[in-house]
Nanobody, 114 residues
Framework: QVQLVESGGGLVQPGGSLRLSCAAS????????MGWYRQAPGKERELVLL???????NYGDSVKGRFTISRDFVKNTVYLQMNSLKPEDTAVYYC????????WGKGTLVTVSS
């Protein structure tokens, strides 16, 4: 099973930006889709952004216009660029890869606070 390692989380002020990275142990081109989910305290895990192998994106409603996803097929890494961050974006962000099986990373914490 592929290993996914997230990085880039941290503390940021409202209105700020962060870029998360998800490094895969294998070729990300082999996956049908990859993306990001998040889970805030006391809430269910929710979709942030998903991208298919063909480049079709699926956004969570709360991040449209603020977050974007990109891929580096040489580095086997998927990125989540988060702009105009709000306190309600505070959560643990998880990377997900969907292929013959589904893999999850362990998550990286993003805290948006002044």
């Amino acid at each position: 099973q592929v290993q996914l390692v997230e990085s880039g989380g941290g503390l940021v002020q409202p209105g700020g930006s962060l870029r998360l990275s998800c490094a895969a142990s294998g070729s990300i081109f082999s996956f049908n889709a990859m993306g990001w989910y998040r889970q805030a305290p006391g809430k269910e895990r929710e979709l942030v952004l998903l991208i298919t192998r063909g480049g079709i994106t699926n956004y969570g409603d709360s991040v449209k216009g603020r977050f974007t996803i990109s891929r580096d097929f040489v580095k086997n890494t998927v990125y989540l660029q988060m702009n105009s961050l709000k306190p309600e974006d505070t959560a643990v962000y998880y990377c997900k890869a969907i292929g013959a099986s589904t893999s999850w990373g362990k998550g990286t914490l993003v805290t948006v606070s002044s």
